[in-house]
């Protein structure tokens, strides 16, 4: 006898012909209320505390920080974050809305916008600053946020369609180039950036190649989100540095694969 495991999820063939055409999707309520709160617990508790295994980028005081308090691979130092970064909605809606066979986790992390002396995330793609090979492959990311979120504390927009300009640059966060100086032939003038505001609970999901950008938080509280990065099955190494993936013996055109990176959803044939 063989039953169905298929994962539910909220991903609607809305929601894919939509982040097929655009590059990023906004999916409201991806979390239950109670996952809410609970993740709300378990991201202040991984925030709060120093380990090995997980990385911050700054300190309180650094220019980054300013922009983001980030911590990379929140999963292996708090238990509770796994069930989170490894939650199988998530990596099931992703293989929905990218339509590959199968997805892996590379790396999650919590992106809190701090109040006071607030930056905004300057506009960028996220796919020059990863490891691999295969920009269109399709690596893509959840943002999914614990606080509502606006223009006022850190909400996100994105340039429809700027997934199809190809791998630009990696933008310098502290002082940004203009990234649609390097988009050829003026195409990104016919796409005016879509603002998301979204309430707690919610997402957006992104392709890693699309062009996106958070408001600075003027309000005095921290805006409160954690992203997980998702790749398809069968992306390789590009042999270039990245903390995720460093010291892991990876040589450039191997599959990234193992237990760091395990496969979360698989397509059903
Ligand atoms: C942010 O949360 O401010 C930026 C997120 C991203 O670049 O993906
Ligand atoms: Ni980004």
């Known amino acids: 006898m063989s039953t169905s495991m298929k994962t539910q999820t909220p991903i609607t063939q809305e929601h894919i012909d939509f982040y097929q055409e655009n590059g990023f999707v906004k999916v409201v309520g991806m979390l239950t209320p109670g996952e809410l709160a609970e993740l709300r617990v378990y991201l ?3 925030m709060q505390s120093e380990g090995e295994n997980s990385k911050t980028t700054d300190q309180i005081g650094g220019s980054y920080y300013r922009v983001l308090n980030q911590k990379v691979n929140l999963w292996r130092y708090h238990a509770g974050m796994g069930k989170y970064s490894f939650h199988p909605r998530f990596a099931q809606s992703a293989l929905e809305l990218t339509g590959a066979s199968g997805i892996r986790f590379f790396h999650d992390h919590g992106l809190w916008k701090m109040p006071e002396d607030s930056k905004a995330t300057p506009w960028h793609q996220d796919t020059p600053y990863w490891p691999v ?3 269109q492959a399709g ?7 614990l ?3 606006d223009v006022n504390n850190g909400c996100m927009a994105f340039v429809p369609k700027s997934h199809n300009f190809g791998k630009l640059t990696g933008i310098d966060f502290l002082n940004p180039q203009n990234i649609f100086d390097y988009v050829e032939g003026g195409k990104e003038e016919k796409q005016k950036p879509v603002i998301v505001p979204l309430k707690a609970g919610s997402c957006t999901f992104h392709n890693g190649l699309t ?3 958070a408001h600075s938080n003027v309000t005095d509280k921290p805006r409160r989100v954690l992203a997980i990065i998702f790749m398809p099955d069968g992306i390789t190494y590009n042999g270039k540095e990245h903390m995720v993936t460093d010291g892991l013996g990876f040589v450039a055109g191997q599959p990234i694969t193992g237990p760091r990176f395990p496969l979360l959803a698989k397509s059903e044939e």
């Not at 690596?139 to 946020?145: E, F, P, V």
């Open 44 to 46: 202040e508790e991984a």
């Open 133 to 135: 090979n295969d920009a």
């Open 139 to 145: 690596m893509m990311s959840i943002w999914i946020t």
């Open 147 to 149: 606080d509502d979120v």
């Open 211 to 213: 062009f996106h950008y």
